[in-house]
């Protein structure tokens, strides 16, 4: 990665009591970046997130951003459709954010009610919403989406990221993250290893091998 950085973390650590989960944390995502983080279950990825979107405060290491411009200073974070608000309708929460709803969801049905893919869909439409925030922050944004949601948020990250916008993505799905990652980063008990842009050398499959085999 080069050229200034939009967000950064430097030497970041956090414990949940004896629980090292992050251990001298070091990364940055630049302008145009779309960064996949991967790891398996507990390997801290959320946590990670939630330290970038600023919910959580790392025990140690510094966390810095650089403004751009006139971009909104929000970071907009997505923690999967169970955070959305349940007793919100859809038409409501995408209100919020000028949002239409799209004509296959239920605009009026509690959120509560809805099914899971629907509000996996409803949470993920009102953080793409918000195209002119400082960075995306998607945790799982794939889950529970047919195949046409899952093509639109596809198009959205691969759109965002032409305009210049910047993405930290934590993800199991190792092909959908390769068809919109610029880079990836594994996530190993607690230390973080960047793999600079796989995807512009090696074939898809390639790349997911190389994750994998990474992840052991």
Known sequence: MS?????????????FGRNRVLADVSVSIHKGET??????NGAGKTT???IVAGLVRPDHGVVSRTRWGQEDDVVAYFAGGASVPPNLTARRLLGLFKAQVPEHLPAGQRLSRASRGTRQQVGLLAVLAREHCREWVLDEPWDGLDPIATARVHQA???RRCRGGSTLIASHRLHELVGVATHFATLVRGSLRIHRALSQASSPEAVVGELIEALQ
């Open 3 to 15: 050229g200034p950085s939009v967000m950064e973390l430097r030497r970041v650590c956090k414990s």
């Open 157 to 159: 990250l691969i759109a």
């Open 35 to 40: 960064l996949a983080v991967v790891g398996a």
């Open 48 to 50: 990670l997130l939630r």
